[in-house]
């Protein structure tokens, strides 16, 4: 299973992407660590606004709704991202239909089994 993402600009530029391939899980938690991926890869970029976009609306119901004493199957996956989100900047993640993510899913296709490491992607592949 493979996890993958892009950042672009306010005009839809790209600035960076990432893949990586996961070992084990559930879809769920791609979803989450491609999130998470994400965020990290945006706050790195020193980037200050953002609009998160997922194809997962679990994704954005559990980041909604997690408390901390929560039962969530992943949940030490939301919990960073809760407290990723506590940093300086604006981040606003949203759902999105899978046809205006599919850059994101063919980077998830892109991670390579044989490599534990997040890849980046500074242009296009």
Known sequence: MGIGGVLRDHEGRWI????????DGDPLR??????KEGLILAWSKGITYLICETDSLEVVQSLDNYMESSMHPHKDIPSFIKKLLQKEWQVSIIHVFREANLVADKLSRLGDPSFSQVSFWQCPP
């Open 16 to 23: 960076d992407g990432f893949s990586a391939c996961i070992a």
């Open 30 to 35: 791609a979803e989450l660590l491609a999130t």
